[in-house]
């Protein structure tokens, strides 16, 4: 089993920032990748970010936050982050870090093993 623990929400004005971490416990050992989805209110979970934890592993963005978010994981601390600037209204969301233990398809929620309980970010206008 894998735990994971997201903090770093909060409530922003529109066009600053926010950093969100994901701590890891367990069965680190097992993940292949670890990501970032988010979901609104009435809205379905969405793909955010991914990045594969080997050594050298790449990074994959969705089209609505490339430029404005920043994955990045340090493994010794079995951490992930997600750096988020510029934000928008429309980034309010609970964000939710998620690991798979294979390739998968990155984008899909059901391709992931494990979840954290999520972390509120609310962007003001």
């Known amino acids: 089993q894998v735990q994971l623990v997201e903090s770093g929400g909060g409530l922003v004005q529109a066009g600053g920032s926010l950093r969100l971490s994901c701590a890891a416990s367990?069965?680190?050992?097992?993940?292949?990748?670890m990501g970032w989805f988010r979901q609104a209110p009435g809205k379905e979970r969405e793909f955010v970010a991914t990045?594969?934890?080997?050594?050298?592993?790449?990074?994959t963005y969705a089209d609505s936050v490339k430029g404005r978010c920043t994955i990045s994981r340090d493994n010794a601390k079995n951490t992930v982050y997600l750096q988020m600037t510029s934000l928008k209204p429309e980034d309010t969301a609970v964000y939710y870090c998620?690991?798979?233990?294979?390739?998968?398809?990155?984008?899909?929620?059901?391709?992931?093993?494990?979840w954290g309980q999520g972390t509120q970010v609310t962007v003001s206008s």
């Open positions: 990045t594969i934890l080997w050594s050298g592993g790449s990074t």
């Open positions: 998620a690991a798979r233990s294979h390739s998968g398809i990155y984008y899909r929620p059901s391709s992931y093993d494990y």
């Open positions: 367990g069965r680190t050992s097992s993940m292949y990748a």
